[in-house]
């Protein structure tokens, strides 16, 4: 039998992983995108992922979807900024009145776009936001009918989603902040809310939310989740974004002086 | 492929010496028949000469591909192909679950050299067991895992550097399990090589259309031109080494194709098409009915068996599904299933007529 065929197998596998290990390498190269830190609430350690088949660690990211508390409906609209406009911008078909009998198939057949989305943290958005949760949960308490909200969600992200466009560059031109705004590629679908008076809205459907933690912080994790037993972990994360919008851990701080308040 | 095509092949190819032992198996049995024998008697010395010459035929290809030249040694070697598979899978899950038991204690320098050397030397043991087995079991079994050592490989370095998915891994893997089922002559390689690139294409044409890729099943139609594509490769493309091979790009093909056409039968909203979902639904049923009924047809034709059983199979689900959504609401049960029967009973005897037709004609032009 002729080697090259073997050759070309052995290829296959080399070539792949220098591709994929250059991308990483090109993510990581120059001045990072957004520097961020972020806490337990939005980068939660789940020990129940930590069991005897898999050693790895890895975090989950949260973040907050203004629009998406249903419960506010009852008493507050919360401002949609992923609107029919904006929907256009980011390529989906809105010629079609939300009000005709036809919008609900029009509507529902368009698939969800890949876009990039920017996410503030602990910024305006969060406390327009945290205002517009209590403004609601006192009237649900005053309705007797949600005495205790923060039952309902107790620790909310402080990264919450603000804009979004196809073109990433534009975007950090419009929230240049590096230290509180952090870019990232997210999938956006579109649907008609009916709670709305049929308005067009998009929903964030999926972002890449898991982040590996290397060694020696994944070490950390675990001796911390073996000291504090059932207790939750109190820790903040120093995340860098890069050319290609990927993140990668570059410090943790177990149990910080100060700890974040929900 | 004429007879001189067929013995050269089979003293290049495995699956073609194969068949070129069961040809000579069932003359030499057919010979030894005193019906033959009245009509062809053979002179003792004419005997003898077909008698020594098959033998040495057999032990030959025997010699050369470790083919089965008895009924039963076939059936032992299914046991061992079926032995081979599921062996295969279970060393697969046990190199998985192996790496993740312990990859979370090495630093990010080891995990990468152990994730990139494991295909590596996987791949150096397939080379070194087909250079020391004929029958390629363990051949193939080191091939499988190979390939789930590499998707681990690539997955894994994905997860390490949080590095946003992307369908181009499927070509990686779809091109290194085709090269193995080249090389080798593995034809369940082939299969996942082909089912890996058809994801692949189909997910590029999604993400370059800016939607996420692994919403690629979300339009099917794409595929239908993929199956007919995969399914028209050994069309032109001729495979001299691998005589076995065509048959599974047109089992995978048909397969693809018809399982797309079903599913937008039954889910008509997920189409291309700018129609009522209905008309959508009722459009794929009829091409699905027709289209089965045609492969049934052009299997029969060019003697392709997995085209025929492919175009059946699909045939009688259509049937089947027009009629439940006809009877299915308003019939008793017992009647409808009855009606299935009777339906089944129908369908035998067209395909009996169809057969004595052919029968017939086969007579008619041997005459």
């Known amino acids: 039998m002729k080697k090259t065929s073997l050759l070309v197998s052995a290829a296959i596998i080399l070539v792949s992983n220098a591709f994929a290990l250059l991308h990483a390498m090109r993510n990581r190269a120059g001045a990072p995108d957004a520097e961020i830190t972020l806490t337990q609430r939005e980068l939660r350690y789940s020990n129940s992922y930590a069991d005897d088949d898999d050693s790895g660690v890895t975090l989950y990211l949260q973040w907050t979807d203004p629009g998406n508390f249903p419960w506010q409906l009852d008493v507050e609209k919360p401002t949609v900024w992923l609107d029919r406009s904006k929907l256009q911008q980011l390529g989906f078909a809105c010629a079609v009145n939300p009000n005709n009998p036809a919008a609900g198939r029009y509507y529902q057949r368009q698939r969800s776009r890949r876009v990039f989305v920017a996410l503030e943290y602990d910024g305006s958005a969060w406390r327009t936001w945290e205002e517009a949760h209590e403004r609601a949960a006192a009237e649900q308490r005053a309705r007797s009918q949600f005495k205790n909200w923060t039952d309902y969600s107790p620790r909310p992200s402080h990264l919450v989603a603000i804009d979004a466009d196809l073109d990433p560059v534009k975007l950090r031109a419009r929230h240049p902040d590096r230290a509180a705004v952090s870019i990232m590629p997210m999938v956006v679908g579109i649907t008609l809310d009916p709670q709305r008076s049929k308005q067009v809205i998009g929903r964030i459907q999926q972002l890449p939310s898991s982040i590996h933690v290397p060694r020696p912080f994944s070490d950390e994790f675990r001796k911390a989740a073996k000291a504090a037993g059932k207790k939750d972990l109190s820790y903040r994360v120093h995340l860098r974004y890069g050319a290609s919008f990927e993140p990668w851990i570059t410090g943790v701080e177990q149990n910080p002086r100060a700890p974040a308040s929900y | ?367």
């Not at chain 2, 949080?162 to 990686?172: K, P």
């Not at chain 2, 919403?215 to 493309?237: A, K, N, S, W």
């Not at chain 2, 006809?326 to 009777?342: E, K």
């Open chain 2, 1 to 367: 492929m004429t007879p001189a095509e067929r013995n050269q092949a089979a003293d290049r190819d495995r699956a073609a010496a194969q068949q070129s032992a069961d040809r000579i198996r069932v003359l030499r049995q057919e010979l030894a028949s005193e019906e033959l024998q009245s009509v062809l008697a053979l002179t003792p010395d004419q005997r003898s000469r077909f008698e020594d010459w098959s033998r040495a035929r057999l032990a030959a290809l025997a010699q050369q591909f470790d083919i089965d030249t008895t009924t039963s040694q076939k059936r032992v070697s299914w046991a061992m192909r079926i032995a081979s598979t599921l062996g295969a899978l279970a060393l697969c899950a046990a190199v998985v679950l192996f790496f993740t038991r312990y990859w979370g204690f090495l630093d990010t320098p080891v995990q990468l050299a152990i994730l990139i050397l494991t295909p590596l030397l996987l791949l150096a043991g397939v080379e070194f067991a087909a250079q020391r087995e004929r029958t390629f079991y363990f051949t193939g079994l080191l091939a499988l895992v190979a390939l789930a050592s590499f998707i681990l490989n690539l997955a894994v370095v994905g997860d390490i550097f949080n590095i946003t998915s992307t369908e181009r891994a499927l070509l990686a893997w779809g091109a290194f399990s085709m090269a193995l089922a080249y090389r080798y002559g593995l034809r369940l390689m082939l299969t996942l090589g082909l089912l890996l690139v058809i994801g692949y294409a189909a997910a590029a044409l999604t993400a370059g259309m800016g939607h996420q890729w692994f919403d690629f099943y979300d339009r099917p139609e794409h595929f239908l031109l993929l199956g007919l594509f995969v399914f028209t490769i050994p069309l032109y493309r001729k495979h001299p080494h691998n005589t076995d091979f065509p048959s599974v790009y047109r089992l995978v093909g048909a397969l693809t194709f018809f399982i797309t056409l079903f599913a937008l039968a039954e889910q008509g909203s997920a189409s291309y098409l700018p129609w009522e979902t209905i008309n959508i639904e009722r459009f794929y049923e009829i091409a699905g009915l027709i289209l089965s009924a045609a492969a049934i047809w052009w299997g029969i034709v060019r003697n392709w068996n997995s085209l025929v059983n492919t175009g059946t199979a699909f045939f009688i689900l259509f049937l089947f599904r027009r009629l439940y959504h006809w009877w299915w609401d308003w019939m008793p049960r017992y009647l409808f299933f009855a009606l299935i029967g009777v339906l089944g009973i129908a369908l035998l005897v067209a395909f009996k007529r169809v057969r004595g037709r052919m029968i017939h004609l086969e007579n008619k032009m041997a005459a």
